[in-house]
């Protein structure tokens, strides 16, 4: 089973709507089952998958290998140190009254630190020049990946609500996933780690708020984020807009 898979597309925005069948996010790809692998290559026509996590995350779980997908990693995070609360190892190492600190922090990272930017840029250019149906995730699919489907949103032109509406389906996505992690480690951590990790596994809206904030904080507006931090190309959402608005 695939965790927090879903389309990002079919969101009504100001000229149309955001093509469906061309961007998916969701968690790791691990312990895939034959029919969750040929859902993606037939069903989703999916081409290419982005890995947002680090190597020591790789290297413990990689992605499943498929065929007909090419798998690009991209580590979002780099800037930071491997046990950022973006990985499991990093929210199992979390006191429960840190997490929504480290949240806040690793959602400034995503949006100032040279990896982020560097990597999101990276990211962004190529699916425009591609142009065709991708899946990008890391871990959980909800922070590193949920920024990333922010992104997308927000330069299809949709609604502030429309995205943090995405941002939060993911709490809802992930519930069997959650359980399993929190029941699989309730003989090995305390009460009060098993508390830590359930909110280190879901995302709060104040987590995509700070974000915002901190991007405005850095660079006065969303246009000058695409176009002094990630260094895209000045008609980039148009360019964007013409291919994947409808």
Do not use: W
Request: charge should be negative; proline fraction near 1%.
């Amino acid at each position: 089973m695939i965790t927090n898979l879903r389309d990002i597309g079919g969101i009504t925005v100001p000229t149309g709507t955001l093509k469906e069948g061309y961007f998916y996010r969701s968690g790791q790809l691990v312990g895939l089952e034959k029919k969750d692998i040929l859902f993606l290559e037939d069903d989703c026509r999916i081409k290419k998958v982005y890995d947002f996590r680090n190597k020591t995350e790789i290297s413990e779980q990689p992605d499943m290998d498929m065929n007909n997908i090419t798998i690009e990693n991209i580590d979002i995070l780099a800037s930071e140190d491997s046990s950022s609360i973006a990985s499991l190892q990093g929210m199992l190492d979390i006191d429960q009254s840190d997490v929504e600190k480290a949240m806040f922090e690793t959602y400034e990272e995503l949006v100032v630190s040279d990896s982020a930017l560097s990597g999101y840029s990276k990211f962004l250019t190529e699916i425009l020049e591609d142009n065709q149906p991708i899946l990008f995730h890391c871990f959980a699919g909800k922070d590193r990946t949920g920024f990333a489907a922010a992104l997308i949103l927000k330069i299809a032109g949709a609604s502030d609500q429309s995205i943090m509406d995405d941002y939060l389906k993911t709490n809802e996505s992930r519930k069997s996933a959650n359980k399993q992690i929190i029941d699989s480690l309730k003989s090995k951590l305390t009460e009060q780690q098993l508390n830590a990790l359930e909110l280190a596994l879901n995302v709060d809206k104040t987590y995509l708020c700070h974000a915002k904030k901190v991007l405005e904080e850095h660079f006065g507006s969303f246009d000058n984020y695409l176009l002094k931090g990630l260094k895209l190309d000045t008609d980039y959402v148009d360019q964007f807009r013409k291919k994947f608005i409808v």
